[in-house]
């Protein structure tokens, strides 16, 4: 074969030495490209590799990872309970607690009104409290020790509310009753006070006309009236003057007094059974124009104030107005002369006493005992009920006390020297 010739054909030289250094100078101008962007990025994720060929070398700026979990939550379902009703249940009051209580004067005492209904009730009143006596409203609490002259009725009305109409009205009655006690009174007007009667004044220093022949004392135990024989009237306490005999020329002597039941009058008896009425006292008859066969020794009230009985010393019973005829003696040969007689509270009944101290019971009065076989230094000349009516306290002239019954003995002048005999007695 003959000789070849091979040609080699290549770029020219030139374009050789300059293809380098372009792709140099483009990858030179990219980076700078790219470190622009990396620099205004908000991360380093944008951040382009760095060269080691590059000097010096080209900080980016680090932020750490961002790690993003995506949770799944299981479905649930949630049932709610049902709205809660509440409800509130109200009653109007009701009182339950009696209409009536009693106080003993000088005494604590105690009463508690009670009263159903939701909310709790509350209470009130109107109508005078005896001083010593005060309510509690809240609590219903009538408490406290009724003042010494006290006694009597206080009427009250109650009121029980809760904010649930209507309220509970109730009529109530507080009774102050009298304490134990009783006074002896002398011929000189000389008085003694024992037990819960208290004394209030006497006529013991003062010269009289004529002797002291009775007492009786007020309703409200706070005072007491003494009469004499020509029938002057003397007031003590809250006894008020309402009028006497003193000036008047009697045919007998008065012989006792009873006060009316309000204490705003009394009423005078004489030996013929005249009677003679002041203040709020009411004359109802009398025996004054009767022959009697005995003279009259004593009278006493009807709890109402509407009549009157005088007892006779042959025991003879004379009863006006509503008072009622129970029984007398009479008819009856008696050991001694009548000398007092008492009403029971209930002025269905009462007691008669004789000097030697037999004691004669008529009506609902119930026999407790007496005297009537007992040697007496001194003739009885009185006798007093106790405020239960439940006894008694007979009084003899020398002031020895008696007590029977549920009557407690508190004390006499059987073992002092009096000036002058006692004549009579009260409560």
Do not use: H
Not at 8 to 23: A, D, M, N
Not at 224 to 249: E, I, K, P
Request: a neutral charge; hydrophobic letters at 40%.
């Amino acid at each position: 074969m003959g000789d070849e010739k091979v040609v080699k054909v290549g770029r020219p030289r030139s374009s050789r030495v300059l293809w380098p250094v372009l792709l140099t100078l483009l990858a030179v101008v990219g980076l700078v490209a790219s470190m622009r962007i990396g620099l205004t990025s908000v991360g380093a994720a944008e951040c382009p590799p760095i060269s080691p060929s590059l000097s010096p070398p080209i900080s980016c700026p680090v932020s750490p990872p961002v790690s993003t979990t995506t949770t799944t939550l299981p479905a649930t379902t949630t049932t709610l309970p049902p709205p809660t009703t509440t409800t509130i249940f109200t009653q109007p009051p009701a009182i339950t607690s009696g209409p009536v209580t009693s106080f003993t004067a000088g005494s604590p005492g105690l009463f508690t009104f009670t009263a159903t209904g939701t909310p709790t009730p509350t209470f009130s009143i109107t109508g005078a409290l005896p001083a010593g006596v005060t309510f509690n409203p809240v609590t219903g609490v009538l408490s406290g020790t009724p003042a010494f002259g006290t006694a009597g009725n206080y009427p009250l009305t109650v009121t029980a509310s809760n904010g649930v109409s209507p309220n509970a009205v109730q009529s109530f009655t507080l009774v102050v009753i009298l304490p134990q006690g009783y006074r002896l009174v002398a011929s000189d007007g000389g008085v003694f006070a024992y037990g819960g009667s208290q004394f209030y004044g006497s006529t013991g220093s003062v010269q009289l006309n004529q002797p002291m022949v009775g007492i009786a004392p007020t309703t409200t135990g706070g005072g007491y009236w003494l009469v004499a024989a020509d029938g002057g009237v003397f007031a003590f306490g809250d006894a008020q003057f309402y009028g006497s005999t003193g000036t008047v020329r009697l045919n007998q002597p008065m012989v006792a007094m009873a006060a009316t039941p309000s204490g705003r009058g009394y009423w005078l008896v004489a030996a013929d059974g005249g009677i003679f009425a002041f203040g709020d006292a009411r004359f109802f008859g009398s025996t004054g124009s009767i022959r009697l066969d005995q003279p009259v020794v004593g009278m006493t009230a009807t709890r109402s104030g509407a009549g009157y009985w005088m007892v006779a010393s042959d025991g003879g019973i004379f009863a006006f107005g509503d008072a009622e005829f129970f029984g007398s003696t009479g008819s009856v040969r008696l050991n001694r002369p009548m000398v007092s007689m008492a009403p029971t509270e209930s002025s269905r009944g009462y007691w008669l006493v004789a000097a030697d101290g037999g004691v004669f019971a008529y009506g609902d009065a119930q026999f407790y005992g007496s005297t009537g076989s007992i040697p007496l230094n001194q003739p009885m000349v009185d006798m007093v009920a106790t405020p239960s009516g439940r006894g008694y306290w007979l009084v003899a002239a020398d002031g020895g006390v008696f007590a029977y019954g549920d009557a407690q003995f508190f004390g006499s002048t059987g073992s002092i020297r009096l000036n002058r005999p006692i004549v009579a007695a009260s409560r």
